[in-house]
């Protein structure tokens, strides 16, 4: 069964820090797609990335970062110098490959940048 | 212009109401989808529209019914709504609906049920 596991419920940090989130996965499919949205207070959900699984290469973009390892299965999220508005709550997704249409969320993690 | 748009942004009704929610988009998208979030938990999928052919998860209650106009606009009618299904109410459209393709999401009809 597929599966999306966020063990993190809520992180606190000061602003400035770097602080990663983390996302194991379970699948038997050899393709699959992984995401990451975010979802600050106002409670539209944003997209940030997405990542099959035959490109495992880490992404960053400004400074966001992604590390996608096969070998143990995870997809997890570093924010550098974390700043009041990266306050949200991120959650990773998996696509369901019994449903083209379907994607299977974690749990979320619940980020809080202190000031 | 990654937009998706909905009204009304809150809702309350009494549960013997009708009411619609409405969703549009202009990004050219095939696919359109309705997802109900509780308070600290993810979206779950209600509904999907792909290519004008309509997917239901065969959980959702049938006082929930959605609508597809044309591909821009979706609609949820409400009717008889329980307490319980008090939620905020999600769109999102993707521009197919085939896996691992990205969903955009609408900021959301946050619905009271008295």
Same mark, same amino acid.
């Given at each position: =069964?597929?599966?999306?596991?966020?063990?993190?419920?809520?992180?606190?940090?000061?602003?400035?820090?770097?602080?990663?989130?983390?996302?194991? #996965?379970?699948?038997?499919?050899?393709?699959?797609?992984?995401?990451?949205?975010?979802?600050?207070?106002?409670?539209?959900?944003?997209?940030?990335?997405?990542?099959?699984?035959?490109?495992?290469?880490?992404?960053?973009?400004?400074? #966001?970062?992604?590390? @996608?390892?096969?070998?143990?299965?995870?997809?997890? @999220?570093?924010?550098? *110098?974390?700043?009041?508005?990266? %306050?949200?709550?991120?959650? /990773?997704?998996? $696509?369901? &490959?019994?449903?083209?249409?379907?994607?299977?969320?974690?749990?979320?993690?619940?980020?809080?940048?202190? &000031? | 212009?990654?937009?998706?748009?909905?009204? &009304?942004?809150?809702?309350?009704?009494?549960?013997?109401?009708?009411?619609?929610?409405? /969703?549009?988009?202009?990004?050219?998208?095939?696919?359109?989808?309705?997802?109900?979030?509780? *308070?600290?938990?993810?979206?779950?999928?209600?509904?999907?529209?792909?290519?004008?052919?309509? $997917?239901?998860?065969?959980?959702?209650?049938?006082?929930?019914?959605?609508? /597809? &106009?044309? %591909?821009?606009?979706?609609?949820?009618?409400?009717? *008889?709504?329980?307490?319980?299904?008090? *939620?905020?109410?999600? /769109? =999102?459209?993707?521009?197919?609906?085939?896996?691992?393709?990205?969903? #955009? @999401?609408?900021?959301?009809?946050?619905?009271?049920?008295?």
């Amino acid at each position: =069964a597929q599966k999306v596991t966020q063990a993190q419920t809520e992180i606190s940090v000061v602003e400035k820090e770097d602080v990663t989130l983390d996302c194991v #996965y379970e699948t038997r499919d050899t393709t699959y797609y992984l995401f990451w949205y975010k979802q600050p207070p106002s409670g539209e959900l944003v997209f940030l990335i997405r990542r099959n699984s035959f490109d495992e290469q880490n992404e960053i973009s400004g400074r #966001y970062s992604w590390n @996608f390892q096969k070998s143990t299965s995870s997809f997890n @999220f570093t924010i550098t *110098a974390s700043q009041v508005v990266d %306050s949200a709550v991120y959650f /990773c997704a998996l $696509s369901d &490959p019994n449903r083209d249409d379907k994607i299977i969320f974690g749990k979320g993690t619940r980020l809080h940048i202190l &000031p | 212009d990654t937009e998706v748009t909905q009204t &009304p942004k809150h809702l309350v009704m009494g549960m013997t109401n009708k009411k619609s929610l409405k /969703c549009e988009q202009h990004m050219g998208h095939r696919a359109m989808y309705w997802y109900k979030q509780k *308070a600290k938990k993810p979206p779950e999928l209600m509904f999907v529209y792909s290519y004008e052919k309509l $997917s239901i998860n065969e959980s959702v209650p049938s006082r929930f019914s959605p609508e /597809c &106009p044309n %591909s821009s606009l979706l609609n949820l009618h409400l009717h *008889a709504l329980q307490p319980e299904d008090s *939620a905020l109410y999600l /769109c =999102a459209s993707s521009p197919t609906g085939r896996a691992g393709r990205e969903q #955009y @999401f609408g900021p959301g009809t946050r619905l009271t049920v008295t």
